[in-house]
């Protein structure tokens, strides 16, 4: 097998991998209370990979050009013995850089194993520093001194540098970047700020929600001038930026004003592993079934992940309306950001 482009060219470098559909936040962006109240039906733990399955479809796409992985949930953490699949993953031939994106409500007590299992980066939401408007956010009254301790335990733990994701919704804590870009512009960590998206069906989004990147820009320049930063290679989604004095990144993630789908090489796999080649896809594509059901080898695997990969042409960010709004899209829950 060799490398495989899509049919616009774009190679598979990243697979992101969801290992729980299940999460203790309800950010209202992601997995309103209202859509994933108490009676919300998860998926059992039989529907989910094994860690070995995950193994095996990782194994399949090296071949193809996944070079990176990125455990997501839900919440990762969540899922247990996270660790042992860290070091499953790391040891397969050609996994260059495994990174985790987590709420960091539990990386206190988890920083420290994961980095001894192999993980290398992480990826902490965090969309406020102050206390209320956190708590409305992630609607579970979660303070923010816990993930700031989570923030602290996983750079103790030497998985530097952390970056840090900002989801902007106007009016709710469009208020926070300039006082999140002052905390954090000391300490090892790169703030990113995206811009609110219509991910999945419930999140109620309206383009009048959303603070576009260059607006916010404008507000952390007039504070603290910032100059660009060459991306760190092509397809990087944040466009960097330094402060002009020298002291620390920030990034914007800008998929509704600034689309990125041109160099977007992510494909993402759920919990229950179906692989979807977008974030906005409206249907994934079954490989369990061939692994317990068929009982497909590797090879046979990474030739239907070809398959899938090269007819893939996506590009909803560049495609946006009014038309697309209400289709039925996979749930950032279900697949990770
Ligand atoms: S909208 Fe889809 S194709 Fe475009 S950057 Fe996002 S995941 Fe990639």
Redesign the pocket.
């Known amino acids: 097998m060799q490398n495989v482009s899509d049919t616009r060219g774009r190679p598979l470098r990243d697979l992101r991998i969801s290992v729980t559909d299940r999460c203790n936040f309800r950010c209202t962006y992601c997995m309103p209370k209202e859509a994933f109240g108490g009676d919300f039906a998860f998926m059992p733990r039989s529907e989910l990979l094994h860690y070995g399955e995950i193994g095996s479809i990782v194994k399949a796409a090296v071949p193809l050009g996944v070079r990176k992985l990125r455990l997501t949930g839900g919440e990762p953490l969540l899922r247990k013995d996270l660790d042992w699949l860290i070091k499953g993953l790391k040891a397969i031939d050609g996994i260059e850089d495994i990174a985790l994106t987590t709420n960091g409500s539990l990386l206190p007590q988890k920083a420290q194993e994961l980095a001894e299992a192999g993980l290398d980066r992480v990826t902490v939401s965090l969309d406020a520093l102050d206390d209320e408007t956190f708590r409305a956010m992630n609607d579970v009254k979660f303070p923010v001194a816990r993930v700031l301790e989570g923030i602290d335990a996983a750079i103790a733990a030497g998985l530097t540098p952390i970056k840090v994701n900002t989801v902007v919704k106007r009016g709710q804590n469009d208020d926070q970047v300039v006082a999140l870009a002052r905390h954090f512009r000391d300490k090892p960590v790169i703030l990113r700020f995206i811009e609110y998206m219509d991910v999945g069906t419930q999140n109620g989004w309206r383009l009048e929600d959303v603070v576009p990147s260059g607006e916010l820009f404008q507000r952390i320049a007039a504070e603290l001038p910032l100059e660009p930063v060459a991306p760190n290679y092509e397809g990087e ?1 944040a466009r960097r930026f330094r402060f002009a004095d020298g002291v620390g990144e920030i990034g914007f993630i800008s ?1 509704v004003t600034k ?3 041109s160099t ?1 090489h ?1 494909a993402r796999l759920s919990a229950e592993g179906k692989l979807y080649t ?3 896809a409206t249907e994934g594509h079954d490989l369990k079934s061939l692994i317990r059901d068929e009982d497909a080898d590797v090879a046979r695997l990474s030739e239907h992940l070809a398959t899938l990969w090269v007819a893939r042409d ?5 495609i946006r309306s009014d038309d697309t709004r209400d289709l039925p899209k996979v749930e950032m829950s279900y697949i990770g950001g």
């Open positions: 989604v998929s689309p990125f789908c977007c992510r977008c974030l906005f996506d590009r909803y960010s560049e």
